[in-house]
């Protein structure tokens, strides 16, 4: 996808002056941290099974050979084809290539973060392929020429009276109000109905590939997976090699952490497992079966000191807990992947220059890292990510040097003392009285928004002294 | 509580009660003192380098967080009127530290405490002078550090309602972050503003005219933002209400 993450800080302005889209991401802001609390406030112990998830994708990774081996060998049993892709555009030629093998002239494609990354439907569609989405919020999105704003509700920024429009204007089905979301919906299926009947390829993701058993698991709440997955008689799974598990119980376990994290249901409407083509007494399933492993840097990501990311399970609670995300909305992110989660992987998949804003689009809150099911430090790897832009010089040198003389004079109490001393009683006498700035020199972030507080008198330090020395006399 | 009838507690000032309002430390050393303790204050302290350290510029800081635990490691307790402060020194340091200084950091970490989580958790203050009792009413801004990292939530409501008798006007979303981040309200202005601006409209919403809390940074955000809107509301950080000096200008107010 092509990236924009370097006008971060313009699209979030245009993004905070939208009055109608702000209200809506207030209203998102407010409700999806209360539908999680209360889902996992019912499970139980949520914080053992979040350690025990930890572990064991922390397990995952640091054998992540032995497992790929495993997965692959058990896969490839079942009847699977597998194939490797170290780049985006090794993907992609993959699945086109699969796809003109068979002749294919439509696909059916299930909700896939990969291939947003990829950007595979483009590809396909250059190469002479008719793409469809078929999950809701992907086809909404797809439907208007935009990118999904959020990981797991992909048109989470649009209004129901703005879908109802786009379908009023897009689908030639003649006089209908369209009133209620249930009207949409059925809209919806009506047109992607005879889509899947007709696609050649189905093209999905998966949430956990189960090494034990060589099985794909895929949770939904729309059942479009499994009609993608089923109908066609071409299956495309596309995912990254660090989904995978070792075992079938730990891809429910990640299951029951991802759909509580994600959407506050105990349960997706779908949890499907795919285990491979057709065999000779099943009544009905795809006839051959594809799954295409991307690395797209995953294994630099391993190598790095930013490894723990690779235990994302994609749930999107850290973009509806950020207060920055709510702010600007995830299209402001400027790449597939919005929100703290987005700010560490964007910079490591793509380049830390073309990301410069994303690390520093954080306040350290930690409401990221306390809701992560899998206990990301999302605030250390943005801080760790800020530090190495210093170290490239990426970061402006006036905010370099700055801090580094803030640092410096902080390490010589005496001259700290003095100058503080000095300026705390300057901005007291010129501020004290109003009760603060409206302007003040080398503070104009602060004060563009905000009047800058006057000291209320002395420094703390001068009086303490001058109250110690008199009481020792 | 130690064995000690009298805790011996070094406070660490925090450089923006030491530049931006002193009432904020002479209020905590009145606090710690009617809870029974010997309260002394290392005169060479600074700043515990958050500024540097937040923005990625480890190595400058290091050479501060060394200085810091120098000057603290020998104290029965470390107290500091800040949760972002505390937390800075408990849980940054062993992680900015290596080896020898890593094991000093984490030595230090285990006696440093955010003022109101130390009165209430480690020496259990119940009862002090009455203060006033006439407060306006009141809402807490729970700030991210100290919520998050030093685990402050219910510790000065306790304490507001036990020497003030006060019960919170709660704001919706108290635990969002009111969009200071230190240097992230002066690069990201925009986002900064719609974030404290929601956090003004929460107070507002709640009944409250007073808004209090346990970090500097925040309040100093939020009370700029609420002079440059022209609002009426207080601000003041919990040590001074806790102490009873109320009568001093809020912060942002004129003299």
């Known amino acids: ?473 | 509580m130690s064995e000690s009838i009298n805790p011996r507690v070094s406070l660490f000032v925090t450089c923006l009660a030491d530049l931006m309002r002193p009432s904020v430390a002479f209020a905590s050393i009145r606090l710690l003192e009617q809870a029974g303790c010997i309260v002394d204050v290392p005169l060479q302290q600074t700043c515990c380098g958050q500024p540097g350290y937040n923005s990625g510029e480890y190595e400058a800081t290091i050479p501060i967080a060394r200085q810091t635990i120098e000057l603290f490691e020998h104290a029965e307790y470390v107290v500091a009127p800040s949760g972002s402060c505390a937390g800075m020194i408990c849980h940054h340091y062993p992680k900015l530290l290596d080896g020898e200084w890593r094991e000093r950091a984490l030595a230090l970490a285990e006696k440093t405490f955010e003022l109101t989580s130390f009165l209430v958790d480690v020496v259990k203050l119940e009862s002090a002078p009455a203060v006033s009792t006439d407060l306006p009413p009141i809402t807490y801004h729970d700030s991210c550090a100290g919520l998050r990292e030093m685990g402050v939530k219910d510790q000065p409501r306790q304490l507001l309602k036990t020497l003030c008798d006060v019960e919170i006007n709660e704001m919706q979303q108290s635990d969002v972050c009111c969009g200071f981040g230190g240097t992230f309200c002066a690069k990201m202005p925009d986002i900064s503003e719609k974030m404290v601006d929601d956090k003004l409209r929460n107070a507002g919403n709640s009944g409250a005219t007073l808004l209090t809390g346990g970090d500097l940074g925040c309040l100093l955000n939020i009370a700029g933002r609420a002079r440059r809107q022209g609002l009426e509301l207080e601000v003041r950080h919990v040590a001074e209400i806790l102490s009873g000096d109320l009568y001093s200008p809020a912060i942002g107010e004129g003299d």
Not at chain 1, 256 to 283: E, H, K, N
Request: glycine share 8%.
């Open chain 1, 1 to 473: 996808m092509e990236q924009h993450s370097q006008h971060f800080k313009e699209n979030a302005a245009r993004a905070l002056a939208d009055a109608s889209a702000v209200a809506q991401r207030d209203i998102l802001a407010l409700f999806t941290p209360l539908m999680r609390e209360a889902a996992v406030s019912e499970f139980g112990d949520f914080a053992a099974l979040r350690d025990h998830v930890k572990k064991m994708r922390q397990h995952t990774l640091d054998n992540l050979d032995y497992y790929l081996a495993r997965f692959e060998l058990e896969a490839t049993n079942n009847g699977n084809r597998i194939h490797y892709a170290e780049t985006a555009e090794d993907m992609n030629s993959i699945v086109l290539d699969i796809c003109q093998q068979h002749g294919a002239r439509k696909v059916a494609k299930g909700k896939s973060m990969v291939t947003e990354e990829t950007g595979l439907n483009d590809f396909l569609q250059r190469g002479g392929m008719e793409v469809l989405e078929t999950d809701l919020g992907e086809y909404i999105v797809q439907q208007a020429g935009e990118t999904p704003s959020h990981i797991v509700g992909p048109a989470l920024h649009k209004t129901q009276q703005q879908i109802r429009e786009q379908f009023l204007e897009n689908h030639d089905l003649g006089e209908r109000d369209l009133e209620s979301i249930g009207d949409l919906v059925g809209e919806a299926r009506t047109v992607l109905r005879d889509h899947f009947l007709e696609a050649d390829v189905g093209i999905i993701g998966s949430n956990a590939l189960i090494a034990e058993n060589g099985y794909s698991m895929l949770v939904t709440n729309e059942g479009n997976g499994d009609l993608c997955a089923n109908l066609p008689s071409v299956l495309i799974i596309c995912t990254t090699l660090d989904r995978v598990l070792p075992r079938a119980e730990d891809a429910t376990a990640i299951q029951r952490l991802l759909v509580r994290s994600a959407t506050g249901q105990p349960q997706t409407c779908y949890t499907s497992f795919y285990s491979g083509p057709r065999r000779a007494q099943d009544a009905d399933g795809p006839l051959e079966t594809h799954i295409v492993l991307l690395d797209g840097q995953r294994t630099d990501i391993l190598a790095s000191d930013y490894s723990e990311m690779l235990r994302c399970i994609r749930c999107g609670s850290c973009l509806n807990h950020c207060p920055i995300f709510a702010a600007t909305g995830g299209h402001s992110y400027g790449w597939v992947y919005p929100g703290p989660m987005g700010s560490v992987l964007t910079p490591l998949l793509t380049s830390l220059e073309a990301s410069e804003a994303l690390p520093n689009a954080c306040t350290s809150c930690g409401r990221c890292e306390e809701v992560c099911p899998s206990a990301i430090p999302l605030p250390d790897m943005l801080r760790d990510l800020r530090h190495e832009q210093s170290v490239q010089k990426i970061t402006p040198a006036s905010w370099r040097n700055g801090l580094r003389l803030h640092a410096w004079i902080a390490t010589r109490p005496r001259l700290y003392q003095a100058l503080t001393g000095i300026g705390i009683s300057l901005m007291h006498r010129l501020g004290g009285k109003k009760g603060g700035f409206s302007k003040l020199p080398l503070a104009s972030g602060w004060t563009s928004k905000r009047d800058f507080p006057a000291p209320q008198g002395e420094t703390f330090m001068r009086q303490y002294r001058r109250r110690s020395q008199s009481n020792e006399r």
